[in-house]
Protein backbone atom coordinates (compact mmCIF):
# COMPACT_ATOMS: atom_id res chain seq x y z
CA UNK A 1 0.00 0.00 0.00
CA UNK A 2 1.10 3.50 -0.12
CA UNK A 3 2.59 5.63 2.43
CA UNK A 4 0.09 8.15 2.53
CA UNK A 5 -4.00 8.54 3.78
CA UNK A 6 -5.49 9.53 0.32
CA UNK A 7 -4.82 8.74 -3.37
CA UNK A 8 -5.64 5.38 -5.72
CA UNK A 9 -5.49 2.05 -4.45
CA UNK A 10 -4.76 0.66 -1.24
CA UNK A 11 -3.34 3.28 1.01
CA UNK A 12 -3.01 3.63 4.89
CA UNK A 13 -6.45 4.57 5.14
CA UNK A 14 -7.14 1.31 4.82
CA UNK A 15 -5.48 0.03 7.79
CA UNK A 16 -8.53 1.88 9.95
CA UNK A 17 -9.20 5.45 11.11
CA UNK A 18 -6.28 7.41 12.91
CA UNK A 19 -6.31 11.08 14.18
CA UNK A 20 -5.97 13.75 11.70
CA UNK A 21 -2.68 14.64 12.77
CA UNK A 22 -1.06 11.27 12.68
CA UNK A 23 1.72 11.19 9.45
CA UNK A 24 3.91 8.61 8.40
CA UNK A 25 7.84 9.11 9.71
CA UNK A 26 9.32 8.54 7.17
CA UNK A 27 7.95 6.47 3.92
CA UNK A 28 8.30 3.00 1.62
CA UNK A 29 8.65 3.03 -2.00
CA UNK A 30 5.74 0.98 -3.36
CA UNK A 31 7.63 -2.06 -4.08
CA UNK A 32 8.72 -2.42 -0.82
CA UNK A 33 7.12 -3.59 2.58
CA UNK A 34 7.35 -3.30 5.95
CA UNK A 35 8.02 -1.50 9.90
CA UNK A 36 6.29 2.20 9.22
CA UNK A 37 5.78 4.69 12.43
CA UNK A 38 2.53 6.62 11.74
CA UNK A 39 2.92 9.31 14.79
CA UNK A 40 1.68 12.78 15.58
CA UNK A 41 5.00 13.56 17.45
CA UNK A 42 6.66 16.24 15.04
CA UNK A 43 9.78 15.97 17.10
CA UNK A 44 10.05 12.14 16.92
CA UNK A 45 9.32 12.97 12.85
CA UNK A 46 12.83 14.86 13.40
CA UNK A 47 14.38 13.03 15.18
CA UNK A 48 13.92 10.09 12.87
CA UNK A 49 14.71 11.68 9.56
CA UNK A 50 17.15 14.29 9.96
CA UNK A 51 20.65 12.44 8.72
CA UNK A 52 23.03 13.90 11.74
CA UNK A 53 21.05 11.69 14.27
CA UNK A 54 22.14 7.98 12.07
CA UNK A 55 19.22 5.56 13.60
CA UNK A 56 19.82 1.97 12.53
CA UNK A 57 17.15 0.84 10.04
CA UNK A 58 17.31 -3.15 9.21
CA UNK A 59 15.95 -4.47 6.23
CA UNK A 60 15.64 -8.18 4.87
CA UNK A 61 16.70 -8.21 1.06
CA UNK A 62 16.00 -10.59 -1.23
CA UNK A 63 18.81 -10.36 -3.99
CA UNK A 64 19.35 -11.87 -7.35
CA UNK A 65 22.45 -14.30 -7.01
CA UNK A 66 24.06 -15.54 -3.98
CA UNK A 67 26.21 -12.68 -2.96
CA UNK A 68 30.18 -12.98 -3.07
CA UNK A 69 32.37 -12.18 0.31
CA UNK A 70 33.85 -9.54 -2.12
CA UNK A 71 30.27 -8.16 -2.79
CA UNK A 72 28.93 -8.28 1.21
CA UNK A 73 32.36 -6.49 1.87
CA UNK A 74 31.92 -3.91 0.03
CA UNK A 75 28.12 -3.26 1.10
CA UNK A 76 29.86 -3.04 4.43
CA UNK A 77 32.29 -0.16 3.46
CA UNK A 78 29.77 1.82 1.30
CA UNK A 79 29.59 1.95 -2.02
CA UNK A 80 29.16 4.48 -4.77
CA UNK A 81 25.20 5.37 -5.91
CA UNK A 82 23.82 7.87 -7.59
CA UNK A 83 21.58 10.37 -5.85
CA UNK A 84 19.71 12.89 -7.63
CA UNK A 85 21.82 12.57 -10.06
CA UNK A 86 24.92 13.34 -8.31
CA UNK A 87 27.64 10.18 -7.48
CA UNK A 88 27.03 9.40 -3.51
CA UNK A 89 29.53 7.32 -1.72
CA UNK A 90 27.16 5.19 1.04
CA UNK A 91 28.24 5.34 4.96
CA UNK A 92 29.53 1.64 5.71
CA UNK A 93 26.62 -0.89 6.78
CA UNK A 94 26.29 -3.96 8.95
CA UNK A 95 25.18 -6.45 6.21
CA UNK A 96 24.72 -10.48 6.77
CA UNK A 97 23.45 -13.56 4.61
CA UNK A 98 20.44 -14.76 6.22
CA UNK A 99 20.00 -18.27 5.71
CA UNK A 100 17.78 -20.15 6.25
CA UNK A 101 15.87 -17.63 4.33
CA UNK A 102 13.18 -14.99 7.31
CA UNK A 103 10.44 -16.14 8.04
CA UNK A 104 8.00 -13.97 5.56
CA UNK A 105 4.61 -13.85 4.65
CA UNK A 106 4.28 -14.51 1.20
CA UNK A 107 4.33 -11.03 -1.21
CA UNK A 108 1.15 -10.04 -3.27
CA UNK A 109 2.07 -9.59 -6.19
CA UNK A 110 5.00 -11.79 -5.83
CA UNK A 111 8.27 -10.93 -6.74
CA UNK A 112 9.48 -12.49 -9.94
CA UNK A 113 10.85 -15.76 -10.18
CA UNK A 114 13.48 -17.15 -12.25
CA UNK A 115 14.18 -21.15 -12.21
CA UNK A 116 17.98 -20.27 -13.89
CA UNK A 117 18.96 -17.83 -11.46
CA UNK A 118 18.95 -18.56 -7.87
CA UNK A 119 18.21 -15.48 -5.16
CA UNK A 120 19.12 -15.13 -1.54
CA UNK A 121 18.21 -13.12 1.48
CA UNK A 122 20.84 -10.27 3.29
CA UNK A 123 19.74 -8.27 6.31
CA UNK A 124 21.23 -4.68 5.68
CA UNK A 125 21.50 -2.12 8.62
CA UNK A 126 22.16 1.40 7.23
CA UNK A 127 22.13 4.47 9.97
CA UNK A 128 20.89 6.82 6.71
CA UNK A 129 18.05 6.89 4.25
CA UNK A 130 18.36 7.83 0.51
CA UNK A 131 15.57 7.30 -1.75
CA UNK A 132 16.05 3.94 -2.88
CA UNK A 133 19.14 3.48 -1.21
CA UNK A 134 19.16 -0.33 -0.57
CA UNK A 135 17.98 -1.08 -4.06
CA UNK A 136 21.07 0.82 -5.77
CA UNK A 137 23.43 -0.03 -3.12
CA UNK A 138 22.47 -4.08 -3.90
CA UNK A 139 22.54 -3.35 -7.70
CA UNK A 140 25.77 -1.86 -7.48
CA UNK A 141 27.52 -5.33 -5.92
CA UNK A 142 25.96 -6.69 -8.81
CA UNK A 143 23.16 -8.68 -6.91
CA UNK A 144 19.84 -6.84 -7.65
CA UNK A 145 16.90 -6.40 -4.92
CA UNK A 146 13.99 -8.52 -5.38
CA UNK A 147 11.81 -8.17 -2.04
CA UNK A 148 12.74 -5.26 0.69
CA UNK A 149 11.29 -5.81 3.37
CA UNK A 150 12.19 -3.28 6.66
CA UNK A 151 12.72 -5.18 9.37
CA UNK A 152 13.39 -2.32 12.23
CA UNK A 153 14.43 0.65 12.99
CA UNK A 154 16.70 0.70 16.32
CA UNK A 155 15.16 -1.93 18.78
CA UNK A 156 11.57 -1.08 17.36
CA UNK A 157 11.01 -3.74 14.74
CA UNK A 158 7.93 -6.22 13.07
CA UNK A 159 8.56 -8.50 15.28
CA UNK A 160 4.93 -10.31 15.92
CA UNK A 161 2.51 -8.25 13.56
CA UNK A 162 1.28 -9.79 9.78
CA UNK A 163 1.07 -7.26 7.05
CA UNK A 164 -1.62 -4.71 7.74
CA UNK A 165 -1.78 -5.15 11.79
CA UNK A 166 -0.88 -1.82 13.56
CA UNK A 167 0.10 -1.59 17.02
CA UNK A 168 -0.44 1.45 19.64
CA UNK A 169 2.96 2.11 21.56
CA UNK A 170 3.16 5.06 24.59
CA UNK A 171 5.19 7.53 24.03
CA UNK A 172 7.63 6.46 26.26
CA UNK A 173 7.36 2.80 24.42
CA UNK A 174 8.16 4.69 21.34
CA UNK A 175 11.28 6.52 22.52
CA UNK A 176 12.63 3.88 24.67
CA UNK A 177 12.92 1.38 21.72
CA UNK A 178 14.17 3.92 19.68
CA UNK A 179 17.11 5.00 21.97
CA UNK A 180 15.69 8.15 22.73
CA UNK A 181 14.43 8.02 26.15
CA UNK A 182 17.53 10.41 27.45
CA UNK A 183 15.95 13.05 25.07
CA UNK A 184 12.35 11.62 26.56
CA UNK A 185 13.90 12.75 29.71
CA UNK A 186 15.40 15.93 28.39
CA UNK A 187 12.29 16.92 27.20
CA UNK A 188 10.12 16.47 30.04
CA UNK A 189 8.95 13.09 29.92
CA UNK A 190 8.74 9.93 32.01
CA UNK A 191 12.11 8.97 33.57
CA UNK A 192 13.46 5.42 32.02
CA UNK A 193 12.66 2.59 33.52
CA UNK A 194 15.76 0.37 34.88
Same mark, same amino acid.
Given at each position: ??????????? &? *?? +? =?????? #??????? !??????????? !??????????????????????? #? %??? $?? %??? &????? !???????? =???? /?? @? $??????? !????? &?? %? /????? /??? *??? $?????? +?????????? #?? @????? #? =???? +???????????? +??????? %???? &???????????????? /???? =??? @???
Amino acid at each position: MLCQFTGEGPT &L *AS +L =GSFPKE #VYPVGRL !DKDSEGLLLLS !DDSWLNHQLLNPKFAHQRTYFVQ #V %EGI $PT %EEA &LAQLR !DGVTIQVE =GKPY /RT @K $PALVRVL !DPAPP &LP %E /RIPPI /RYR *ASI $PDSWIA +LTLIEGKNRQ #VR @KMTAA #V =GFPT +LRLVRQSIENLS +LSGLQPG %ECRS &LSQEEAYRCLGLTGFL /RSRG =GPA @KKG
